[in-house]
């Protein structure tokens, strides 16, 4: 999705590129035919555009190569670079600019054939309107700096095409100073079109952090992964036209690394359906175990520390605990209603138990479609010799059971 994105930037430059290859050379022979200095200038001006174009798709297509030994994060500040280089251009010509303002003051523009100077400055400021316009809105759509750099710099076209009509007009008038007026106020405005890009280039090649907005839809999607419970260290930064990031999300400790890596690609998954330009997120997974617990364990009667059902399935009672911090703040014999089924008791009895939302079971035996439905809904099994539901807690506590 990325590299279309870039494909479609590339695309656009390209085009833009052409039209303004013909806007330079109206402008350069109406000039130059019409004795007129300013549009003569103005048209080789033009020209220079098709330099920083020819930067951003050098700068594009270089983005579009797969990482590979060298560069194995790929090639996306390439795309910064060229955007930064652009935007240096625009610093320049505002200074050229102020420049120019300064020494109008003492001149008087000269013009010989009026109409066709009006009609190609016209013309130039309406296709320069057009091509900004263009170039920034499919900069946008394709998370492309270097286009929106374009864009600003074609803004800058139809500021000095504004100029170059205010001073066919005003040569009517002999009135040099408002040219000059104008042409100071104007670069004024280029700089700050110049810096704002600068800015957004070199924070990029920093490595910023994208938007606030685009930090809340990845910490959404994380928190509506099935199996995560829970996260942090969220880390997003910005490389060209995509989003790298890195997060660490905490399972539980029971997980086999086949159950962590699906969990891993749904976070990568959902995550970059909230935000397409996220191309790459890193996830780190640490084993999470929560203060409170509910525990299970199949028994064989009511009452004060009772014995270990030797099935699960068929046991006559569960056992459920509640605990925080190692000491059992509640308990609860449940029967169990299945115990004289003749088929599946076991997947009945397990069913039962995730209506419950229990943490972890302790068990003497465990059937495997029993111990699969449990496992499949991140249930920790946890198997124990102990013969009394005390001894098997302590044990579990004491870190001395091994998970299924």
């Known amino acids: 999705m990325v590299v279309q994105s870039l494909k479609k930037a590339e695309q656009a430059t390209i085009k833009t590129s052409i039209v303004i290859l013909g806007l330079s050379l109206a402008k350069t022979v109406v000039g130059f035919f019409s004795g007129s200095l300013v549009l003569l200038t103005d048209g080789v001006h033009s020209f220079t555009d098709l330099v920083t174009n020819a930067a951003s798709i050098t700068g594009l297509r270089i983005a579009q190569r797969e990482p590979d030994e060298r560069f194995p994060y790929g ?5 910064s670079l060229s955007a930064l280089f652009i935007s240096l251009f625009i610093l320049y010509l505002a200074y050229e600019f102020l420049v120019s303002g300064i020494n109008a003051f003492s001149q008087t523009p000269v013009l010989n054939n009026p109409l066709i100077t ?22 946008r759509a394709t998370k492309s700096q270097s286009l929106i750099a374009n864009g600003r710099e074609k803004r800058v076209d139809v500021v000095t095409s ?25 670069s004024l405005f280029i700089f700050w079109e110049g810096f704002e890009s600068v800015r957004d280039a070199v924070f990029s090649l920093m490595d910023i952090s994208p938007s606030k907005d685009k930090e809340k839809l990845v910490i959404k999607a994380l928190s509506e992964v099935p199996g995560v419970e829970g996260f942090g260290g969220l880390k997003l930064r910005k490389a060209g036209p995509i989003i790298l990031g890195e997060v660490d999300v905490m399972v539980r400790k029971k997980l086999s690394v086949k159950r962590a890596r699906k969990l891993c690609l749904e976070v990568e998954r959902r995550a970059g359906k909230m935000v397409p330009e ?20 199949p028994v064989k009667k009511e009452g004060k520390d009772p014995w270990l059902s030797k099935e699960f399935g068929r046991s006559n009672y569960f056992y459920v605990v509640k605990v925080k911090d190692g000491e059992l703040i509640e308990e609860e014999f449940v029967k169990n209603p299945y115990k004289d089924e003749s088929i599946k008791a076991g997947l009945k009895a397990a069913n039962l138990l995730l209506e419950k939302c229990v943490d972890t079971v302790l068990v003497k035996n465990i059937g495997e479609i029993s111990y699969h439905v449990l496992s499949d809904s991140l249930v920790s099994v946890y198997e124990t010799r102990k013969l009394k539901a005390a001894t098997a807690l302590e044990a579990y506590f004491e870190g001395e059971l091994t998970a299924r």
């Open 278 to 297: 996220l191309r790459d997120l890193a996830v780190k997974v640490y084993p999470y175990k929560p203060a409170e617990q509910l525990l299970v364990m």
């Open 75 to 79: 090639y996306f500040k390439a795309e």
């Open 162 to 186: 504004s100029v170059v009509l205010a001073a066919l007009i005003l040569s009517f008038f002999k009135v040099p100073y408002v040219e000059g007026v104008v042409t100071i106020i104007l």
């Open 118 to 139: 009006l009609v190609t400055a016209v013309s130039s400021i309406l296709v320069s309107c057009l091509l900004a316009r263009y170039l920034i809105a499919r900069g």
